[in-house]
């Protein structure tokens, strides 16, 4: 089946610096979702991507749908505490067999210094 | 406004036990899901629905039952509880088949099985 990427694994920051992090894939998506999960919650949706090439800001959060349809990345600027989770890539399948499934990747931990 | 409940949030089971998760949305979504979360594994998808009387298997299916009597409620039932099935459930619900950029998560279940 289809799966996911995502680096770094974990990441520690000091606060007011700037965050990137990627997600790939071996095939092609045409959806790219970023999802973040604070601790001890479920995830919520952060930004969606539907066209390669896109870039979409959320605040202080961009995203963006590699051209390849492979790839996309997140970043996000002048991090503050509430950052703090984990980051998760997501995507519909795009596999015949598959279209009702939406593949997470294992996410990237984000720590944030005061 | 409820969105996704699931109960109980936290569960000590014995090896062999059963017991059953449940889950419930007002959201009067045709799509519901359970995931399971490892460290460092992501979110990984045990089963689906894409409505009442309709269930398939995920990434992760031996282990789970599930039913879908209702458009509102999809339990996931562990039949014989073994401790690879520590983890920590999410169910989920989104109005439409594979768009996860409508996906909303429960609060989660923490099971442990000892």
């Known amino acids: 089946g289809q799966q996911l990427n995502q680096s770094p694994q974990s990441m520690f920051i000091q606060e007011g610096e700037d965050v990137s992090m990627n997600c790939t894939s071996s095939?092609?998506?045409?959806?790219w979702l970023w999802y973040k999960q604070d601790p001890g919650e479920g995830p919520v949706l952060l930004i969606a991507l539907y066209k390669a090439g896109e870039l979409t800001s959320n605040g202080r959060l961009t995203a963006q749908f590699g051209i390849t349809r492979k790839d996309s990345f997140l970043n996000i600027s002048a991090s503050i505490p509430s950052d703090v989770g984990i980051y998760f890539c997501a995507g519909p399948s795009t596999m015949k067999t598959s279209y009702d499934k939406v593949i997470f990747g294992p996410g990237t931990s984000l720590s944030v210094i005061p | 406004n409820a969105g996704v409940t699931q109960t109980p949030k936290f569960q000590v089971l014995k090896t062999g036990q059963s017991m059953t998760l449940q889950c419930a949305q007002d959201?009067?979504?045709?799509?519901m899901s359970w995931y399971r979360q490892d460290p460092g594994m992501g979110l990984r998808l045990i089963h689906y629905?894409?409505?009442?009387?309709?269930?398939d298997q995920g990434e992760v299916p031996n282990g789970y039952n599930v039913s879908r009597s209702t458009t509102e409620d999809f339990p996931l039932r562990l039949l014989s509880a073994a401790p690879s099935q520590t983890s920590v459930y999410f169910c989920?619900?989104?109005?439409?088949?594979?768009?996860?950029?409508?996906?909303?998560f429960g609060e989660g279940s923490w099971l442990t099985v000892v």
């Open positions: 629905s894409v409505g009442a009387g309709i269930t």
């Open positions: 095939s092609i998506f045409n959806t």
């Open positions: 959201m009067n979504h045709e799509y």
């Open positions: 989920a619900s989104s109005p439409n088949r594979g768009a996860g950029n409508t996906i909303y």
